[in-house]
């Protein structure tokens, strides 16, 4: 027996022992045992994966009050984060990085001495009188070169409730697993309860990445962005790992999309939080593999993608039948689901935009909620929170892709990339090349912020590959082995821009419905296959309009007119170098090792832009664009 089992042994009763006893992995008992001498748990329970012990930690999340199960649907119950724990906590999330090691100016990373005695300081005793939950899970399916291993110790219920929906259970795969196996580990405790069973600490609310060891430490929070240390955090260790190994790990969503005679075609896409990407994940008649993480890596000169995830947890604001047919219906369903910060009244969750008018009083995170209630900065508190959520399975879903347990992944023939940008982009466009849609649409995207993280609304910013808030390597080097990647494959995704968000210039209207987002992916499978045409512009290629007409009649039962086509694919000059010219001060300001490619590809695309504009002026229709 090595010394930190036999130091468990005493620590455990004989059946949690004998649950750790019967993993081969020194460093597993390591881990757990360092995680239980700093935190002082007075119970510890090993999660084996049996039914009986998952079902002990739902209840348990009921028992303590940190769910409730008070909700009219069989399988639905409810949880609340606090007032100041309702998104990611970007200025609290840092990567912890050691002497000598230098990551870009961008990320917000620490002193890994400095950070790793703050973090003990604040775990230390904390779970005194309470249980700690140990965990083993999978990132991605068992048995696949994908595969990471995780370990998971925690003080909160729900937290491992969610963790429960959202991931592969591993206990089996751990057992199966050699010594030396490499594993994620992570430690989260939500400190001290109020008598809501929120945490009280928030003003020390840490989330610290340690690199150096692959753990993840997180304390005084619930939130599941937060908390559950395999959604961003072990994100940050992945893309390490990934960036050495030569694949890529990637805030992607991933979909089969039908084409003619039933094919199917799987496209990823990458989103900033609160853009867009469940929904399009979720576009009815289509599949969905995954919602918000994704590793890829390069098989046989393929690029195959698998979801590290199995669950989904998903923002509820503006789900209704008419948008989100599919999800609405699952939520309003029999299953097991955890609704977070919606409104409850009546033993039903309420939210913002679900097509109902909504209760004047109820139960929120705020406590009892009444129509005009303001918080302590006299801001009305609306009766759910922006950022409510839900959490669900991907096995209850209808549209959940056969694929997702394929140890091989699904081969991506497309890549897309899309933010919140009012101004210049057209709806969709197709990257000439691996290179310029990488550089183009992911590296340069632009965004706003979104209720999704606890900051300002609103602020516009660069969000590299809808990823840069979990990048743990200097930007310029995630740029050039992305590039690199691509270059290594013997068949490349084509690589797509897509545009939600574009406004009219003059009245400050969106141009397109929430749907349209389903004829772009449609267009983007067609010319994957080759199956359509387009037309060259100087941002890329752009849909011809008698392409899409038959696309909006077919998919939305839309007549789509040429005016709206002109309005949306206009490419914008003016707007188009402005952007050229903040990506290019942000690259300057934090990207000095910046490879020459995107320079260049950039640099190129001012180049059209400019040529385009001398010929055709400010304003270009799509159709100057024609040959
Ligand atoms: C996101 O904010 O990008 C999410 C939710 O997917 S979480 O990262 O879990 O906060
Ligand atoms: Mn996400």
């Known amino acids: 027996m090595n010394k930190y089992l036999k130091a468990l042994q005493v620590r455990l009763n004989r059946d949690e022992f004998s649950k750790l006893k019967a993993i081969d992995i020194p460093g597993v008992h390591r881990a757990i045992y360092e995680s239980i001498d700093l935190c002082n748990p007075t119970d510890i329970f090993v999660c084996s994966d049996t039914p009986d012990e998952v079902a002990r930690i739902r209840n348990m999340a009921i028992v303590t009050g940190e769910e409730s199960a008070a909700l009219a649907i069989p399988g639905h119950t409810f949880h609340f984060d606090g007032s ?46 309470r249980t700690m939950i140990v965990r083993f899970l999978t990132l991605g399916p068992a048995d696949s070169e994908f595969t990471v291993h995780c370990l998971e110790c925690t003080d909160s219920w729900y937290v491992s409730h969610s963790v429960d929906l959202l991931y592969r259970k591993g206990y089996e795969a751990f057992r199966r697993a050699g010594p030396g196996t490499e594993f ?35 304390v005084n929070n619930q939130y599941a962005g937060n908390s ?57 008649g289509e599949t969905m593999l995954a919602d918000d993480i994704g590793y890829v ?11 590290i995830e199995c669950g989904i947890f998903g923002i509820i604001q503006d789900i209704n039948p008419h948008d989100d047919p599919l999800i609405h219906e699952i939520l309003t369903s029999p299953g097991e689901i955890i609704f977070s910060n919606v409104l409850i009244k009546d033993a039903r969750p309420w939210w913002l935009g679900m097509d109902e008018e909504l209760p004047e009083r109820g139960m929120n995170y705020t406590g009892e909620w009444f129509k005009g209630k303001t918080d302590e ?79 300002a609304e609103g602020k516009h910013e660069i969000n590299i590959m809808s ?56 267009w983007m499978e067609l010319r994957i296959n080759n199956d359509v ?13 008698d392409d899409l007409r038959p696309l909006f009649k077919k998919v939305l039962k839309k007549n789509y007119s040429k005016k709206d086509y002109i309005k949306q694919f206009t490419i914008r000059v003016p707007e188009n170098l402005a952007k050229l010219e903040r990506v290019e001060a942000f690259y300057h300001e934090n990207i000095p090792d910046l490879t020459s490619e995107v320079w260049h590809v950039l640099r190129e695309q001012r180049e059209r832009l400019l040529a385009a504009q001398e010929k055709y002026g400010d304003y270009i229709s799509p159709y100057n664009f024609i040959k």
């Not at 045409?533 to 309009?545: L, Q, R």
């Open 84 to 129: 100041n724990d309702q998104g990611r906590d970007r200025a609290v999330t840092r990567l912890l990085v050691p002497k000598g090691d230098s990551l870009s100016e961008a990320l917000n990373q620490m002193d890994r001495d400095e950070g790793i005695a703050e973090v003990h300081g604040l775990c230390r005793d904390a779970m005194k009188g």
């Open 377 to 455: 900065n006299g801001e009305e508190v609306a009766p759910a929170h922006k950022n409510a959520r839900y959490t669900v399975a991907l096995k209850d879903l209808a549209n959940c892709d056969p694929e997702l347990e394929n140890p091989a992944g699904v081969e991506l023939g497309g890549i897309l990339y899309g933010g919140r940008d009012y101004r210049g982009y057209v709806p969709v466009q197709q990257g000439f090349d691996w290179e310029h849609g990488i550089v183009a649409y992911g590296a340069a995207l632009e965004t706003e912020t979104t209720f999704a993280t606890v900051e």
């Open 184 to 218: 994620f580990n992570t430690l989260h405790t939500a400190g001290r309860l109020d008598d809501r069973m929120m945490s009280r600490d928030y003003k020390k609310k840490r989330i610290y990445i340690d690199y150096s060891t692959n753990t993840v430490y997180s």
């Open 533 to 545: 045409d387009a037309i060259e512009t100087p941002t890329g290629f752009i849909p011809k309009y």
């Open 467 to 522: 990823i840069q808030d979990f990048i743990s390597i200097p930007l310029g080097q995630y740029l050039h082995n992305y590039l690199q990647f691509g270059k290594n494959l013997d068949r490349v995704p084509l690589v797509f821009g897509v545009n939600y968000f574009l406004r009219d210039m003059k009245n400050g209207d969106f141009l397109n419905d929430h749907q349209d987002k389903h004829v772009w992916v449609k």
């Open 228 to 284: 559950i240390g395999f959604k961003k955090l072990a994100l940050r260790l992945a893309i390490r790992k990934a960036h050495q190994e030569g694949w890529l790990a990637e805030h992607f969503m991933i979909m089969g999309v039908y084409g003619p005679d039933k094919r199917k075609t799987y496209i990823a896409g990458a989103f900033p939080s609160a853009c867009g990407k469940t929904s399009t994940a979720m576009l009815p």
């Open 297 to 307: 890596r390069n098989i046989g000169g393929i690029c195959r993608a698998v979801n």
